[in-house]
């Protein structure tokens, strides 16, 4: 790789990792200003890396049995294959261009990702059942805060476990590397998400509201059954909305501390979302659940040593 490429590689993952919004002063949310850098922020931070040219680094046995064993692959797929179809699905129904744009761009990411796990697979020989048709929901908005939420969900402790993987050694730098863009993706997707929800909020007519309310509660209700069902029964996968987090952690954490990946979460969780420009609401929901719990929650003892 020349200076040339590494620099244009280097300048493109900043941008994204780093935006301001060109407008000083307070912004409110719901306010015009509010609305305009909610449909930049993922046009204005977008790395254009090609799934099609990523250097997927060649693995020794053990570590190549260790990253093809993970019951994560077909489940990553088929995630991002229906997040993409929401997404564009919701996008249609949305009469503003701006946000349509923002919205068929965050469809298009998804898209890329579902392309990168495709290309991973072949990479490793990792065998998966090729893809199905995905049948939408009929309430698109339904569709995109389902998938909204469940992101929020997943990325968070998917920072963890992939900085653990990092530290442990569970998967090489070169593949971490190689990975990272995607993962960054997702925190830029649950900012748009999280905006776009406290937008749509303010915005709407009051007599609206309760019935929103009550719509999010059910998003909710209906992502937490999924997981408690998910936790139970990994043969009832098909058809779930439970990104790799669910399904991957027990592999990467049967030695880890809670305590220890609780602090990995949230501190992977402020960095990456640490660049961007501070008057976006970020997710708070999950973040305060965990501190709420790591309270309770002590770091086991280390044995002592003879």
Not at 231 to 237: R, Y
């Amino acid at each position: 790789m020349d200076d040339i490429t590494s620099a244009t590689i280097a300048t493109a993952d900043f941008k994204m990792r780093h935006w301001d919004y060109n407008v000083p002063g307070p912004i409110r949310f719901g306010d015009p200003a509010h609305f305009a850098m909610l449909t930049r922020l993922l046009l204005e931070t977008y790395n254009p890396y090609k799934p099609a040219v990523l250097d997927w680094p060649k693995l020794d046995p053990e570590t190549l049995k260790r990253v093809t064993s993970l019951p994560i692959w077909e489940i990553a797929v088929q995630t991002e294959i229906k997040a993409s179809a929401r997404i564009e699905a919701f996008a249609k129904t949305v009469s503003n261009p701006q946000l349509r744009t923002a919205l068929m761009h965050m469809a298009g990411e998804e898209a890329r990702h579902r392309d990168v796990l495709a290309r991973l697979v072949a990479a490793y020989d990792i065998p998966i059942p090729p893809d199905e048709d995905y049948a939408l929901p009929n309430d698109a908005e339904w569709g995109f805060m389902v998938t909204g939420y469940s992101e929020c969900i997943d990325s968070f402790f998917a920072y963890g476990l992939f900085e653990m993987a990092n530290r442990s050694g569970y998967f090489p730098p070169e593949l971490v590397e190689t990975f990272e863009p995607v993962i960054q993706e997702e925190g830029r997707h649950i900012l748009f998400f999280t905006n776009w929800i406290a937008w749509h909020k303010a915005t709407m007519p009051l007599w609206r509201r309760p019935y929103f309310a009550l719509k999010t509660a059910a998003v909710w209700a209906f992502l937490i059954w999924e997981r408690i069902g998910l936790a139970k029964a990994v043969d009832g996968l098909e058809g779930a909305d439970a990104n790799f987090t669910m399904n991957g952690s027990k592999a990467l954490t049967d030695e880890m501390d809670p305590a220890v990946l609780m602090d990995i979460c949230l501190g992977e969780d402020k960095k990456r979302m640490a660049g961007y420009d501070p008057r976006l609401k970020r997710p708070t929901t999950l973040p305060k659940l965990v501190r709420f719990a790591r309270l309770f929650i002590r770091p086991k003892k280390k044995p002592k040593i003879a």
